[in-house]
């Protein structure tokens, strides 16, 4: 199907939406602070500095001169040496496949091929302490952007990627990215990058590499390879901390990164943007020059297209399926939950039917939703109980299916006893709730607030303790106005008989500006 490209520019913000038949397949978005400079965007090159390591952690803290410290685990902090790399290359070719039974069905992303080949790397006898020490200045690249509270995450495994190819000067390895699936032309690709490729160095073919010539690959990798040299260049004259290579800028990484050759137009309504996308097209992408387009309409790019109304329900905790089903989706900082529910669909035949039909219904828009929303780390989907096996099959297949469309790499478990998927997916930026909200400060972020009735009775008890204490013939009480609404009618049969049973005239005072949980009790003292 035909893709289109929507870049939408609103003073401090950009955002970019690759769309295929009105649906969402990757919404990416800077403002404010993440178009600043000094901002630590996945992909840059900085000289840290040190500042503790901890070995219970077997991880270090690094300044790369941003406002929280930068994050370096062990295995990312560790350069193997080049028969290291060999020797670990043969055991990860025998230990692979075992590996992926236990971790159930993986979908790649572009760097699956290296993340199988680096993650075997981690020797148990090498302590971080023992290569690592507080003060030392090295080279660190972001891999994860500040997320929440947590700080951005290093990793001194530099990686640099240009349209065709990755490179990377510190791990050796010739790699295809996973998604291209013609073994034919895998070969092909694997040739060519080990004619280009010097020992010792890395290189891996994206995605978009299939059908390209050995002259477009090496041009790639000579560009890169300049870009090395001048990160190098730049790490041995300046001081910690301090940035060595910034990577692209947000319509450039837009681009490279998620626009394929299959795109039919690409719509801009800024022409400052429009500018640099043909000009970035000029260089890098020929074949579709001439599809990059100025929108100039007086409705906004995103609101005529609908997407502004996909990004709303990306927000919303509850997405309704065409049928009348739903899912309920609740993020949190340890995990994702997605619960299945038929909702108002009762199907025409059977219950299994109707189970089946919102499950397979439900597959697509989950798998829709993570993509909109950016869901990372543990995910848990819970559907509907089905209790023939085929059913549970057909489902868990419909969802390996839909995640193949994900850019990100997922792991995903078989359907439990439970009716539940366990999963994984990768993430390496902040997710679309954490990008466009804040916690609420009325609940602050636990999304209920005590009832009225509880606020009552917990003000009754205070009141209780007051009164005991007080010598004067009066105590006023100040509450919300739902709470002395309460009071004052279906409890105030309550507060008479505490006026009666201790001889007190209770005064009762709505206070508007207060949080229905707030309230405040004075005696009088005299």
Not at 30 to 39: A, C, K, N, S, T
Not at 235 to 260: E, G, M, N
Not at 452 to 460: A, K, R
Request: aromatic share 6%; hydrophobic share 35%; charged share 30%.
């Amino acid at each position: 199907m035909a893709k289109q490209l929507f870049i939408n520019q609103t003073l401090g913000e950009c955002r970019a939406a690759l769309v295929e038949s009105g649906e969402i397949l990757d919404f990416l978005m800077v403002r404010g602070e993440q178009i600043r400079d000094d901002h630590p965007s996945v992909g840059n090159i900085y000289k840290g500095k040190v500042l503790r390591v901890l070995p219970g952690m077997q991880s270090a803290f690094v300044d790369i001169g941003y406002e929280k410290a930068a994050f370096l685990y062990v295995d990312d902090a560790y350069i193997p040496t080049l028969e290291e790399q060999r020797e670990i290359a043969e055991r990860t070719k025998k230990e692979l496949a075992s590996r992926r039974e236990k971790m159930g069905e993986v979908i790649p992303d572009e760097l699956s091929t290296l993340s199988d080949h680096v993650n075997m790397r981690y020797r148990p006898d090498v302590s971080i302490e023992s290569f690592l020490k507080e003060g030392d200045e090295i080279l660190v690249q972001v891999a994860k952007e500040p997320i929440s509270t947590k700080g951005p995450r290093v990793t001194r495994h530099v990686t640099l990627a240009g349209r065709h190819v990755v490179f990377m000067p510190f791990i050796e390895h010739t790699g295809v990215s996973r998604r291209i699936e013609n073994d034919t032309e895998r070969d092909r690709l694997r040739e060519i990058l080990d004619t280009i490729r010097p020992e010792g160095k890395g290189i891996i073919a994206r995605t978009v590499a299939e059908g390209q010539s050995y002259k477009t690959l090496k041009a790639d990798y000579n560009m890169l390879n300049r870009i090395w040299k001048d990160v190098m260049k730049s790490a041995d004259t300046i001081k910690a901390p301090s940035l060595c290579y910034k990577d692209l800028h947000f319509v450039q990484k837009v681009l490279r990164d998620i626009t394929d050759e299959d795109v039919e137009e690409i719509i801009v309504d800024s022409k400052e943007n429009l500018k640099e996308v043909e000009k970035f097209i000029q260089k890098f992408l020929p074949n579709i020059k001439g599809k990059a387009k100025l929108y100039n309409e007086d409705i906004p790019l995103f609101e005529k297209h609908g997407l502004d109304m996909e990004i709303e329900r990306g927000l919303s905790n509850k997405v309704f399926l065409r049928s009348g089903g739903s899912l309920n989706v609740d993020q949190t900082e340890a995990l994702v939950s997605i619960d299945v529910n038929t909702g108002k669909f009762v199907g025409r035949k059977t219950l299994e039917e109707t189970i089946l039909r919102t499950n397979l219904e439900a597959v697509k828009e989950i798998a829709y939703q993570m993509r909109l929303r950016n869901c990372g780390g543990i995910i848990i989907i819970d559907f509907i109980d089905m209790e023939k096996e085929d059913h549970r099959e057909q489902v868990y297949n419909s969802l390996l299916e839909a995640l193949k469309k994900d850019r990100s790499k997922t792991n995903v478990l078989p359907i439990s006893g439970l009716g539940l998927v366990e999963m994984t997916r990768k993430r390496t930026r902040d997710t679309l709730t954490r990008l466009m909200c804040t916690g609420c400060p009325y609940c602050e972020g636990t999304g209920v607030v005590k009832s009225t009735v509880t606020v009552c009775y917990e003000l009754v008890r205070e009141l209780m303790k007051v009164i005991k204490k007080s010598e004067g013939n009066k105590v006023f009480i100040y509450a919300h106005p739902e709470v002395t609404a309460r009071l004052c009618s279906e409890d105030a049969e309550m507060v008479e008989t505490l006026e009666e049973t201790f001889g007190k005239q209770l005064v009762i005072r709505s206070e508007n500006n207060y949080h229905i949980e707030q309230y405040e009790i004075f005696a009088q003292e005299f």
